[in-house]
């Protein structure tokens, strides 16, 4: 009895011990990561004001494998909200507060459902031209006596490994000029492989009276490409607009995805409505590669972020010029599967 009355009194005095001990313990704290990554400014924010994307490089996102998420809004713009649920790591969420864009993010994080948010941001700052200094930072209460757990445990550390985590995640990633020439090279000679050996009667050959031909789809091609570009040279004379980044509703991805998407259907313009006039595939790719060799030159000559700093409206809304260069290459994409229909078609000249 007396046993268990000593180990009582024990247990309570260090309780009480590490209650005075919390008293002078802060209640607030504050942890950090900072890095360079060899990664353009504008990529690297890109990245990092996608709040999805700490799942690739985050700490608490690797503990548990099994953590549930559910998404409110937009990623990437003001009021997304991005909540889980892990018996690992607990509960919590972070909500998007502020974008200043190619500068910093500000995120309320609400740790283990607390009502009130740490307040969370990153920053990035090109500190070359293919350089970026980017930090991630966090600083919040804890309300006493739970202030005791910074006595053992430093949140320091997760946010040092999370931007280390980034720098490997982002420069192992392709960068979006080298994505955009592979991409073009790719519907280059997808297309040149879909015509090779056509002869004149196959390329006039028309399925219907309203379809088109497969000269036709060539002479579109160059025409589209030829007449955004332009468009494209033009923006670029206007002044950055970086404060629409945030009325960019689709990805990158997104718009090649919708670009290639055969089973929707979309009227050409008079003026890029074509009258067949290739009558050779040796011709049409000749005129595609001499045009494409300017876009080749702009894309390798102009800055990331001079591409993602302007944006324009476009058919699917607010763009990057980036985005209006996939679109075009996409496009290319589009009519080669189109000219794949046209050849399987029981008519088509042997």
Known sequence: MKFLKYTLFTV???????????????????????????????????????????????VWFKMDPNI????????????YKYKWTSDEVGNGSQVITGIEENQRVTIDLFLMDSAEPAKSYFTTEAVGDNQTKVSWVVNGKTPYPFNLISLCYDMNKDFEQGVQNLKVVLEAQESPSAFALDYYDKTFNTLKESISGLTNEQLHFKPSNEAWSISQCLEHIILTENMIFKMIKENMEKPVNPERRQEIKFSDSEIIAMATDRSKKYKAPEILIAKGKYNAPETAMNDLKTQREEIYSFIKNTSTDDLRNRVNDSPAGATDVYQSLLFLAAHTARHTLQIEEIKTNTDFPK
Do not use: R, S, W
Not at 47 to 52: G, M, T
Not at 68 to 79: A, F, I, L, R
């Open 68 to 79: 549930k998420v559910t998404e409110e809004g937009t990623d990437g713009t003001v009021g």
């Open 12 to 58: 309570l005095g260090i309780i009480v011990l590490l209650l005075i001990v919390a008293l002078f313990v802060p209640k607030t704290f504050h942890a950090e990561g900072t890095t360079v990554i060899n990664k353009p400014n504008a990529e690297v924010f890109n990245y990092v004001k996608h709040v999805k994307n700490q799942e690739n490089f985050g």
